[in-house]
């Protein structure tokens, strides 16, 4: 079915703005929810933001609630993660991900089955 890439992960001092990419093929992209979670060294694989169909809500976990900002832009199968007021604990490997139902996104990294590559974020002090 759909398959991501993402892209746009790099280091950026505390403080900082970062933008994440995520490009969808190979599925209708404008049916899916969409998300982003990430993994540090030692953790788990975290929720951090997702989105619905178009005009669906958004929602983020509340470690990034008023600093990250997730969109959608469905005739370019795209979705951005705006990151801002960066802080070194948002240092982690970034994973894009598509699924069929939002509630089902919200569930947790262990639910969904189609992810990017990732992309690496490294925020310093």
């Known amino acids: 079915q759909v398959q991501l890439v993402e892209s746009g992960g790099g280091l950026v001092q505390a403080g900082g703005s970062l933008r994440l990419s995520c490009a969808a093929s190979?599925?209708?992209?404008?049916?899916?929810?969409m998300g982003w979670f990430r993994q540090a060294p030692g953790k788990e694989r975290e929720f951090v933001a997702a989105?619905?169909?178009?005009?669906?809500?958004?929602y983020y976990a509340d470690s990034v609630k008023g600093r990250f900002t997730i969109s959608r832009d469905n005739a370019k199968n795209t979705v951005l993660l705006q990151m801002n007021s960066l802080k070194p604990e948002d240092t982690a490997v970034y994973y894009c991900?598509?699924?069929?139902?939002?509630?089902?996104?919200?569930?947790?990294?262990?639910?969904?089955?189609?992810w990017g590559q990732g992309t690496l974020v490294t925020v310093s002090s």
């Open positions: 991900a598509a699924e069929n139902s939002l509630a089902t996104m919200l569930k947790g990294a262990r639910y969904l089955g189609v």
């Open positions: 989105i619905g169909w178009i005009g669906g809500p958004t």
């Open positions: 190979g599925g209708t992209f404008r049916r899916y929810a």
